[in-house]
């Protein structure tokens, strides 16, 4: 068709398919610097170091996944294949920059929870170990925190099962609900609790007649013993009597203390008089002995005393 009178023709551009030219290799240009810097940011062109990480299972691990030291990511997951051994083998790259934090003693876990994906987790107690060496090759402890969901189900089970016995109406604790509301009712009744702990009516009545019994017994000693003319005052006149027999005695002993004291002096008045008696006799035979001498012409010479 050709063009209208009234349309005006499109204004020259002039050089412009070089500056779509430019505009082009501009964008292209800024795309590639863009995808070099994320590939910077990720540490594509940083030299890293291999990892072999041999778990159970890869339940939860998908290629892209991180390796945690102290929370901080130190390497990713780059490749998860099977191994000849029917374990999951996990490819990991670690910077060496972060591979410092690796040592020949570090500890690798693999920790499944209840809600999202699992995380791998690196442990080095003794950072003065050697250093982990370029593709070494770890065991992995797992760690499932919903492998244990189905046992605490089969326990809850169990749990319900167990109170579906207690709450039965033929089962021990009905029974015993039931006779705690007899022993509740029995505190109520007439004799209170000494009905509920005799389990009648009829025995609490007898120990309540014995025990009215004994405090009838127990009054009527209680008047023997400490009633007037009772027990205890024939007791306190007994005790009397014996105190005075006891001062009667006394006052006798010391009477023959007396007689026994007057005994030893005439004792000793008796040794005297026989001390003198030799004495005298001594002096009497002496003289006899001067009268023999001057009376030489007796011829006896004994002289006998009246």
């Not at 030291?69 to 130190?74: E, L, W």
């Not at 005298?280 to 023999?292: D, F, S």
Request: aromatic letters at 4%; proline letters at 5%.
């Amino acid at each position: 068709m050709p063009p209208a009178d009234n349309q005006l023709p499109p204004p020259d551009i002039p050089n412009a398919p070089l500056k779509a030219a430019g505009l082009l290799l501009v964008t292209l240009l800024a795309i590639v610097a863009f995808v070099l810097f994320v590939m910077q940011a990720r540490g594509v062109f940083q030299p890293t170091q291999r990892l072999l990480l041999v778990a159970e299972s890869a339940e939860g691990v998908a290629v892209g996944s991180t390796l945690t030291f102290s929370g901080f990511a130190i390497g990713r997951v780059v490749r998860i294949e099977l191994g000849d051994d029917g374990k999951a083998h996990l490819h990991i790259e670690v910077p060496v920059a972060d591979a410092r934090w690796l040592r020949t003693s570090s500890v690798f876990t693999l920790e499944r929870g209840v809600v999202g994906g699992a995380s791998l987790r690196a442990f080095s107690g003794l950072l003065e170990d050697p250093p982990l060496p370029d593709g070494a090759r770890r065991d992995v402890l797992s760690g499932d925190a919903s492998a244990g969901i189905p046992q605490l189900v089969a326990s809850i089970q169990q749990l319900v099962i167990n109170l579906e016995r207690l709450t039965a109406e033929q089962s021990t604790l009905s029974s015993t609900l039931e006779n705690l509301q007899k022993f509740s009712g029995a505190l109520n009744g007439r004799h209170g609790a000494l009905n509920a702990l005799l389990g009648s009516e009829k025995n609490a009545r007898q120990v309540i007649e014995a025990l009215e019994r004994a405090n009838a017994l127990l009054t009527k000693a209680d008047a023997r013993l400490f009633g007037r003319d009772g027990l205890m005052d024939k007791a306190e006149l007994s005790v009397g009597e014996l105190a005075q027999l006891l001062g009667e005695a006394r006052n006798a002993l010391k009477k023959a203390d007396a007689i026994l004291g007057n005994v030893n002096e005439a004792s000793s008045d008796l040794d005297m008089l026989r001390n003198e008696v030799e004495a005298t006799l001594r002096r009497v035979t002496a003289l006899t002995e001067q009268l023999n001498q001057k009376w030489p012409f007796a011829r006896e010479r004994e002289l006998k005393l009246p």
